[in-house]
């Protein structure tokens, strides 16, 4: 699913069909890079939401149907990202909407997101696959439980003001993300789930 969406999202990239003759090829992607930076950001938002999910389901042995339900209702949300996309280069930033919108389904999709990763774990710890002094709460489960949520009520407060500040909440938020990713060591921070097999 991941793969299609992220693939849907680029499909939203359009040159203007008619430009005026003459125009310079610069100056018409500088024009629309409202649609380049709803691409950028959706498209770091997936890739770090589809890491996570990934982990979550790849590293249990069992899951429950709670599990599921919760997965499909991710994916539900996040099928839905391509659509807040296309609202942003449709509507650019002249409506305030579109930016509440975008920020209301990436927080939705973050909240889904840590309560499966939640409810991974709770699965793994009813089977005894808990590592021994495993945190109940992991620093990314809390990340998207409440910081994600957080930021994007706080994009959709700034929506109201001026729609180019929630853009650049996410511009930073998405920023932030980047650098950690890129700081981080090695493996990441996705030891959190089932221990090795023994």
Do not use: C
Not at 36 to 53: D, E, K, T
Not at 56 to 69: C, P, Y
Not at 148 to 172: E, F, S
């Amino acid at each position: 699913l991941f793969a299609i969406v992220l693939t849907l999202l680029v499909l939203e990239l359009k040159i203007p069909e008619d430009p005026a003759p003459g125009t310079e090829v610069v100056q018409v992607l500088l024009n629309d890079w409202e649609a380049f930076a709803g691409w950028l950001i959706s498209f770091v938002i997936l890739a770090r939401l589809w890491m996570f999910q990934h982990h979550a389901a790849a590293s249990a042995r069992f899951v429950s149907s709670r599990s599921i339900a919760i997965n499909f209702a991710f994916l539900a949300t996040v099928s839905l990202i391509p659509f807040s996309a296309h609202l942003v280069s449709t509507f650019e930033l002249s409506r305030p909407m579109v930016l509440q919108i975008f920020s209301l389904l990436i927080g939705l999709v973050s909240i889904f997101l840590g309560w499966f990763m939640r409810s991974v774990r709770n699965d793994q710890h009813a089977l005894g696959r808990s590592e021994p002094g495993a945190q109940d709460w992991t620093k990314d489960t809390i990340h998207h439980l409440v910081l994600v949520p957080i930021v994007a009520v706080i994009a959709i407060i700034a929506a109201q003001l001026d729609p180019r500040l929630a853009l650049a909440v996410w511009t930073i938020e998405t920023i932030i993300v980047l650098v950690i990713f890129l700081t981080a060591r090695s493996d990441g921070d996705l030891h959190i789930y089932a221990p090795d097999d023994n």
